[in-house]
């Protein structure tokens, strides 16, 4: 054997594949400014469009005067509902089943709701020409409580469906009721509740929040009169799906649409949706034939484009006295906006909320979920998270704490009793889900040590009696919370978006000198894909990672693919890679084996080559047989190396985690100092360690900004409040605690690598950490649950009720 | 976003800067750091048809000591206010306030003139300069003359300053030495406006405050200098029952509106608390 070749242990490290903590490849043009985001983009002739939105909640437009805004120069046109209605363009279809106004046509619906679409030269003229279009609007009385949506003297929102008795999820019970959506066994679940030793009941509310990512929605949109062809840059979540949804929308047949994602600036679901600005831009690059572009300032991203969450949920859990659940229900109601926009699985009006039984192991569950209308913004997009998924583990994890103080028992042990145990996998919950893999108990038993959680129970009560003796105005809590999260949706059978498959794709080429280009339907908005996606691939094919470039996001390069949230990308298109690396192993293996003059069965594949069983000095590398694959005639092998797969994943992966949060409450001041937070994440196979603590910081750290601050909230008008950077909370440095980050491995059994998606995790476990600490600070003066967010003035309320502010 | 058009003009002394304002009358607006006007300019909120930017103009610059009084020319930045480490010596509530002001980016800009003459009641240095008793050196068309910060303050975003007039600088006697001092802010976040602040200065004489200035943040439509609340502070030993008395007198005078900081009830109990905490810290720092 050749005394030079590295071992096998020192040619797998060089490939940086699976397990590496190779720094970011998208890290170089990010950190040097040379990111090409959205409003990066100019082309020749390029026009501005900008929109007119409503001042009101709800409100009967009267008129619209463009006279003004056309004489200004520079404007080339105004574009209104009336433009629309020819093309068939006045509404859209939204991903949940409904229509969503493109221009508002006889009444606005929740304030901010775009109106008039105004095109000129330059972005300021077409902000001049915006305050000189004059609509004339009746106001409306404003429904922005959910809980009155289905009362009988609530206005009626949507008179163009209002006679409508059927949604697109089943009968709809009033003018203002979307749908209800039902999970689990309702009879069982009454019969145990029943039964039950102790049931606690509580009310726990999810506010409407909204993504915020740093860079705001926006696109340019060119269509080409010469060639028919219609190109969209945009930031969008899902090029192909918005292809797609353009071409059913336009009836532009789909391979005269090219949609490209360039770099985005952030998502978290705000970007999945197709929004009218889209549609504008479009309809005014074919009315003046120039190249438009549209792009949101934070407020309207912040009033317009998809908001978060927004559920009411009705718990009762039921236990015996020694704390075990024997049943669970919930009743919600889903405040969706003046449109169904939510972005879930078509069969799944509720997302997958009904994964509400968390990590436990409960017997008997019911849940039912009322969609309504109100006056506001439209969207439920999952922020940061798999569909719904947030809701249900806050649902689940505060009602477990609610019922700790019932049973007076310590919730971490209440949890640790409940379990869904190791043995138990793959489990099917109480509404039919099939947990892949789990091993509870051990990332519990972990977190609880890292902490010193006995250790922190005793501080707290020394420090409770110390408070109660006057020598301190400051309150500890304790926050535990466990997450099971439902990722990487999903299977063909059930998970859809408007009747497309929701499987990814990878294709890729190695190259004749042994490099690789490979394509995924997914597209990164930070979440490092170049930079994964190659090690999946490295360890795959023997291909060093950096010798692999990795593409998304245009689609008339890319497979198709429904695109990255609800952390699917590693799930599904992570795994499409795994498997058309194999298919490309496989056909390497085939010529490697007429090199070599040997059966394919007699080889064998180590790291980055195949080896002729028994004979070690014979082999040929990756490397090699890219080569050959291009320059010989082999008999019975097409040329080439290639090789496409297009993975409907048979499950999906079920990521889990225990957070630990301590707090210091000021009860004078409402300030809640974070004092620790611990985050074990088991998300099976680790593919990239450092990218998964980044992604853990920040999901964590937009999990500090929900529990503690972001909200955005409607007075009684309709008037939007808190939607500027002024009052939206999003914490900076100076905020932000440490995350200490831990982690336990369960590899998922029917991943190819048995990786479950970690980017959402920290968001879905860290709001209940933190929330619980806040409510367990109060816990002994008898609080039983206090609402999100927990700002300043919320928490001194809290403690003002209980009377300790004097 | 983007704000209606606009004329751009950049005097380099007073006197200039003076003639365009009376040139241009209402419609125009003196811009400094910009960190108040251009935000309100991109929503509309304000739209002057012309901007003399003042930036260029010298005599505006610069801290100095004129007869025993500190002197701080409008265009002193925060970030300079900071720096100044006569300032620091003489007065240094001053850089503490600065530094609870916004972040790095916006103190860089902002300026010490803007903060005073904006009138928005979320500004934080006017109530430290109530505390200071400081008057504000105002030049207009018809020459020069003085205001008391105490007295400048009208309502939300109005003031004292004329149509035409510009404020030159700060004057501030220096509190004596080894005065105690506290600025006490609490917001929800780095670049937030008070939820509610309290400025405090004061003297001890052995163990009994001899004088004392209180004035608060945000907590009304303009700043609020508490006379009561001071007065409730001299003559004692700052115990707990004169901090109390001052408390009750702080709060008294408050108004704040109720937004999304929180309700009106909130805001007035914080408002005591920062006072307490402001008293506090001044007391431990006074050495006489
Ligand atoms: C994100 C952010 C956070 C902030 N947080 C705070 C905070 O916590 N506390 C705080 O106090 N401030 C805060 N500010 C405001 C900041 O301090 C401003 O810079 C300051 O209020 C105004 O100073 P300026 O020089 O920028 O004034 P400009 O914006 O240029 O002017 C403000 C107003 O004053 C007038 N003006 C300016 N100079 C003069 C003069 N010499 N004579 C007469 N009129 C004049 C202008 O015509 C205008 O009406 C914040 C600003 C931002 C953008």
């Not at chain 1, 929102?157 to 009968?171: C, F, N, Q, Y």
């Not at chain 1, 922020?383 to 947030?390: D, I």
């Not at chain 1, 902490?451 to 006057?470: H, I, M, P, S």
Request: glycine fraction near 10%; include cysteine; hydrophobic fraction near 40%.
């Amino acid at each position: 054997m050749n005394e030079q070749t590295p071992t096998p242990s020192e040619r797998a490290e060089k490939l940086q594949g699976l397990g590496s903590s190779r720094k970011r490849v998208e890290d170089a043009r990010f950190t040097q400014g040379k990111g090409n985001y959205i409003d990066d983009m100019k082309l020749p002739g390029m026009l501005f469009g900008d929109f007119v939105r409503s001042i009101y909640g709800h409100a009967r437009i009267t008129s619209i005067n463009k006279e003004a805004a056309l004489a200004l120069p520079g404007v080339l046109a105004v574009i209104t509902v009336e433009d629309l209605k020819p093309l068939k363009l006045d509404y859209m279809p939204t991903l949940a089943g409904d229509v969503q106004a493109v221009l508002a046509g006889d009444k606005v619906l929740f304030q901010g709701q775009e109106v008039a679409f105004v095109v000129a030269e330059d972005r300021y003229i077409a902000a001049d020409a915006v305050e000189l279009v004059e609509v004339e609007y009746q106001e409306l009385p404003a429904l922005v409580d959910p809980f009155k949506a289905m009362e009988p003297e609530a206005p009626v929102l949507r008179e163009d469906i209002k006679d409508k008795t059927e949604g697109a999820h089943g009968p709809r019970k009033n003018p203002n009721h979307i749908f209800t959506w039902e999970a689990g066994d309702a009879e069982a679940t009454e019969t145990a509740l029943d039964q039950a030793e102790v049931v606690a009941k509580e009310l726990i509310s999810y506010q409407r929040c909204h993504p915020c990512p740093l860079e705001t929605c926006g696109c340019v949109a060119s269509m080409d009169k010469v060639n028919g062809k219609l190109t969209v840059w945009g930031t969008f979540q899902a090029p192909h799906a918005v292809r797609t949804v353009a071409s059913l929308i336009t009836n532009i047949p789909e391979h005269k649409i090219r949609i490209v994602s360039p770099d985005i600036g952030g998502g978290f679901g705000n970007k999945v949706g197709v929004y009218p600005g889209y549609i504008c831009a479009i309809v005014a690059s074919i009315v003046t034939g120039a190249p438009v572009k549209w792009i949101e300032d934070r407020i309207e991203n912040l009033s317009a484009t998809a908001f978060a969450r927004d559920y009411h949920m009705k718990g009762e859990i039921g236990a015996t006295r020694d704390g075990k659940i024997t049943a669970l229900r919930c009743y919600a109601i889903a405040d969706h906006g003046a449109f169904d926009a939510c972005a879930d699985p078509t069969k799944f009006p509720a997302g997958f909320f009904s994964i509400f039984t968390g990590s436990y192991d409960i017997p008997a569950a019911f849940l039912s979920v009322d969609g309504v209308y109100t006056n506001k913004a439209p969207g439920g997009v999952a922020y940061r998270c798999s569909f719904r998924v947030t809701e249900a583990s806050y649902f689940i994890e505060r009602m477990i704490d609610v019922l700790a103080r019932e049973l007076n028992m310590d919730p971490a042990e209440l949890r640790m009793k409940n379990f869904i145990k190791k043995e138990q996998f793959p489990y099917t919950s109480a509404t039919g889900w099939e947990y892949d893999s789990g091993d509870y108990q051990t990332a519990m038993d972990k977190a609880l040590q890292a902490v010193d959680y006995t250790g922190l129970r005793t501080e707290q009560k020394a420090n409770r009696e110390a408070f109660e003796r006057g020598e301190t105005r400051k309150l500890m809590g304790v926050g535990v919370a466990f997450f099971t999260e439902i990722v990487g949706a999903g299977p063909v059978k059930n998970c859809d978006i408007l009747g497309l498959g929701m499987f990814d794709s990878c294709e890729i080429r190695i190259h004749p000198t042994g490099s690789a280009i490979a394509r995924l339907g997914t597209i990164s908005q930070g979440q490092g894909h170049a930079t994964t996606f190659a090690q999946i691939l490295a360890s795959e094919i023997g291909i060093a990672a950096e010798n692999i470039t990795v593409e998304e996001g245009d689609t008339d390069t890319a497979p198709y693919g429904l695109g990255t949230y609800g952390s699917r990308s590693t799930p599904v298109a992570g795994a499409a890679a795994a498997m058309a690396g194999r298919k490309i192993r496989a056909k390497a293996q085939m010529i490697a084996a007429y090199l070599l003059e040997v059966h394919d069965n007699d080889l064998e594949w180590e790291v980055d080559r195949f080896v002729v069983k028994g004979a070690p000095e014979r082999f040929k590398t990756m490397t090699e047989l890219a080569f050959a694959a291009y320059n010989q005639a082999i008999p019975g092998i097409e040329p080439g190396l290639e090789a496409v797969s297009y993975y409907d994943p048979p499950n999906m992966t079920y990521p889990f985690g225990a957070y630990i949060c301590v707090v210091d409450i000021d009860v004078d001041t409402g300030v809640t100092e974070i004092r620790r937070f611990y985050a074990l994440d088991d998300c099976g196979t680790r593919i990239n360690p450092m990218i998964i603590e980044g992604q853990v910081h920040g999901g964590l750290t937009e999990a500090l900004a929900i529990a503690m601050g972001q909200e955005i909230t409607y007075d009684e008008l309709g008037n939007v409040q808190g939607a500027s950077l002024l009052d939206y909370f999003m914490p900076t440095a100076v905020e932000t605690p440490h995350w200490e980050t831990d982690s336990t491995v369960t590899p998922s059994p029917h991943h190819p690598i048995g990786a479950k998606g970690v980017g959402e995790s920290p968001n879905v476990g860290g709001v209940s950490a933190i929330s619980n600490a806040v409510n367990d600070a109060f816990a002994h003066l008898g609080l039983k649950h206090t609402a999100m967010p927990h700002d300043h003035w919320r928490v001194w309320k809290t403690a003002q009720k209980l009377g300790l502010t004097g | 976003m983007i704000p209606g058009q606009f004329d751009y003009h950049r005097p380099a002394s007073v006197s200039q800067a003076i003639g365009l304002l009376a040139e241009f009358g209402e419609n125009a607006r003196i811009v400094a750091g910009g960190h108040s006007l251009i935000p309100m300019m991109k929503l509309r909120m304000a739209t002057p048809d012309h901007l003399v930017d003042i930036q260029d103009i010298p005599e505006l610059k610069g801290v100095r000591e004129d007869a025993g009084a500190l002197v701080i020319g409008a265009l002193v930045t925060q970030t300079e206010l900071i720096a100044s480490e006569l300032l620091a010596e003489k007065c240094p509530i001053l850089r503490e306030t600065a530094l609870q002001i916004a972040d790095p980016q916006v103190r860089n800009a902002g300026t010490i003139g803007g903060n005073v003459a904006n009138g928005d009641p979320g500004n934080d240095m006017p109530a430290v300069m109530q505390a200071l008793a400081a008057t504000y050196d105002i030049a207009g068309p018809n020459g020069a003359r003085q205001v008391a910060a105490r007295d400048f303050y009208e309502a939300a975003f109005l003031t004292a300053l004329k149509d035409g007039e510009i404020l030159t600088s700060i004057r501030i006697a220096a509190p004596a030495a080894g005065h105690g001092y506290a600025y006490q802010k609490q917001k929800r976040k780095i670049g937030d406006y008070a939820t509610a602040a309290a400025a405090v200065i004061l003297e001890m004489s052995v163990g009994t405050c001899s004088s004392a200035s209180l004035a608060l943040t945000n907590v009304g439509d303009t700043p609020l200098y508490a006379a009561a609340a001071s007065q409730a502070l001299v003559g004692t030993a700052l115990d707990e029952t004169a901090i109390g008395n001052a408390v009750a007198a702080a709060k008294d005078i408050t108004d704040p509106a109720a937004d999304s900081r929180g309700p009106k009830d909130f805001r007035t109990y914080v408002a005591g608390v920062m006072v307490k905490r402001a008293i506090e810290t001044a007391r431990s720092r006074a050495t006489a």
